[in-house]
């Protein structure tokens, strides 16, 4: 269980608010590039981390991020005019720039309000499909991710954007938890578990395909520069007379990034907070080998397809307790969950406690080793900011941060799997 406090500390993202200091120590993803297709596009309002911004491109192609209302009358800018150098208050004519400058203010002649007044600005930065604001002081910005994916052609990569209304720490511990994948999702990950027997699911491309149906796994969970990661470690039957077990290795990286495991697949997922109870989940799906594969199948097995749970226009989950989450009970005689697909279940389960769960009341066991650490890890960089520290992971090197799902003799070191891990040096 968690505390009451800890679990305020833990949920709360607003200007000033602890663990939203955190963030704004990171590069985030925000939207998708594709919002803003164009130069001189129209702006788009959205909200991150509690704070109501405004994205844009300005006529020759440069990201804006900018607090949306004006500092004149405190109308949106989202309405204004966008130009060459900056966006434009339609109320006034009040014109800033990129970095929050006032540059013209035509109802007045009177140059010190240019001169005293500042919009609030951020940096945002376009890649791999998707745009990343950095929040944090000037002076401890840190270098720019490099996840492993920017460096694959963006036609091979699904980069998708769903908003949904419950705090991002349960739809991220929905994430780092992995006892979960073989009973939520039991139709993938164990086929014929009706009937009592286990089918290998064959698809390399699904995440919830397990090696085995083990359903209580063994964690060993290490801490990492980038934060720390698992491996959930199942039994499987002797090849050639050698002990094998299977094992998933999921990393947890700072803030609040998984990456999920299939066979050929890899899906990082961002649970940027929108405020204290929505979560934008921003993922980025890709080959191992970089290599293109069907997208449309790739959405289908995840249930975003169904417009009953989903906005296509907005990108919102809309899953709610009125259409219980899209549950079909009916079909519960052959299928485990009612529920179609694989996104869908674990939104249905991070949704139904309401928009922020009371950890203090819960009951963990051991197979909920990693939910603890991603909480600690979250607490303790809090802390550190606190005191002047910087937090956990916040200059890791990204690079070959990668999650595996191998069959491996039982007497090899599971860390092998994954090279591109460096241990944290405290």
């Known amino acids: 269980m968690l505390s009451k406090a800890d679990n305020e500390l833990l949920c709360r993202v607003g200007p000033g608010a602890p663990a939203g200091e955190v963030f704004r120590r990171f590069w985030n993803p925000v939207m998708l590039a594709e919002d803003l297709p164009s130069p001189g596009c129209q702006p788009v309002r959205l909200r991150i981390l509690g704070e109501q911004l405004v994205a844009f491109r300005d006529n020759t192609g440069r990201l804006g991020l900018l607090e949306e209302w004006c500092l004149h009358r405190r109308v949106s800018l989202a309405l204004g005019r966008v130009e060459d150098d900056g966006i434009r208050c339609l109320y006034h004519g009040w014109k800033f720039g990129l970095d929050g400058t006032v540059h013209e203010t035509p109802n007045t002649k009177d140059v010190r309000v240019r001169q005293r007044l500042r919009a609030r600005a951020y940096q945002a930065r376009e890649a791999g499909g998707l745009i990343w604001a950095y929040m944090g002081p000037a ?4 270098p720019f991710p490099k996840w492993r994916f920017l460096s694959i052609p963006r036609e091979n990569l699904k980069v998708v954007r769903l908003d949904s209304g419950s705090n991002y720490m349960q739809v991220l511990e929905g994430g780092a938890d992995t006892s979960h994948v073989g009973i939520l999702h039991s139709d993938f990950a164990r086929p014929g578990w009706m009937d009592g027997q286990f089918n290998v699911n064959t698809d390399e491309e699904n995440p919830a395909a397990l090696a085995t149906a083990e359903l209580a796994p063994e964690l060993d969970v290490e801490d990492t520069e980038f934060g720390f990661h698992y491996a959930a470690i199942r039994a499987l039957p002797p090849e050639g007379g050698k002990a094998m077990h299977n094992i998933r290795i999921v990393p947890i990286v700072m803030p609040s990034t998984r990456i999920i495991p299939a066979r050929a697949l890899q899906t990082v997922l961002f649970e940027v907070p929108i405020d204290d109870e929505n979560t934008r989940t921003i993922s980025v799906g890709y080959r191992t ?4 594969f069907d997208m449309s199948r790739y959405e289908e097995l995840r249930g975003r397809t169904n417009p009953m ?4 226009v907005n990108r919102r989950y809309i899953g709610t307790w009125e259409n219980r989450f899209g549950q079909d009970r009916s079909a519960m005689k ?11 279940e674990d939104l249905a389960m991070s949704m139904s ?5 009371d950890r203090s009341t819960e009951h963990l066991v051991g197979a909920d080793a990693a939910i603890v650490r991603a909480r600690r890890q979250l607490l303790d960089s809090v802390r550190r900011l606190q005191a002047g520290q910087d937090p956990i992971g916040v200059r890791a090197d990204l690079a070959g941060v990668m999650a595996c799902d191998e069959n491996l003799p039982v007497d090899s070191r599971w860390q092998e799997l994954a ?8």
């Open 353 to 357: 406690p309401g928009p922020i769960v």
């Open 334 to 344: 052959d299928n485990w969950s009612g529920i179609p697909g694989v996104v869908m």
């Open 309 to 312: 749970l989903v906005d296509f």
């Open 289 to 292: 080998d970089g290599a293109g």
């Open 419 to 426: 090279p591109g891990h460096h241990a944290r040096q405290e």
């Open 139 to 142: 002076d401890k910005e840190p």
